[in-house]
């Protein structure tokens, strides 16, 4: 179930909204004038989303190429190349 307040309540509430937004990991919807206003979050729910979309991407990224190319990877040789990059940075 969302969580929707009048934007006055940022202002006249914001300590009851910030605990809404940390201990539930969900978005707080805020109205004005009866419509959508915007959204309060907290930084750890918004950087877990943005991992979210960028995994989504990548692996969006990724189909488009398999779908595009006839190139495959074995995952031994790319773990192998990964670890010997590795090392050589240390």
Do not use: C, W
Not at 53 to 64: P, S
């Amino acid at each position: 179930m969302p969580h929707i307040r009048p934007v006055s309540d940022l202002r006249n509430n914001f300590a009851d909204i910030s605990k809404l937004v940390h201990e539930t990991a969900e978005p707080v919807f805020l109205t004005k004038n009866g419509y959508g206003d915007m959204v309060v979050m907290s930084i750890e729910a918004y950087e877990k989303m943005q991992l979210e979309v960028m995994i989504y991407d990548k692996l969006k990224q990724a189909a488009v190429e398999a779908q595009t190319t006839d190139v495959r990877y074995d995952f031994d040789e790319v773990a192998s190349e990964m670890r010997n990059k590795l090392l050589e940075k240390l």
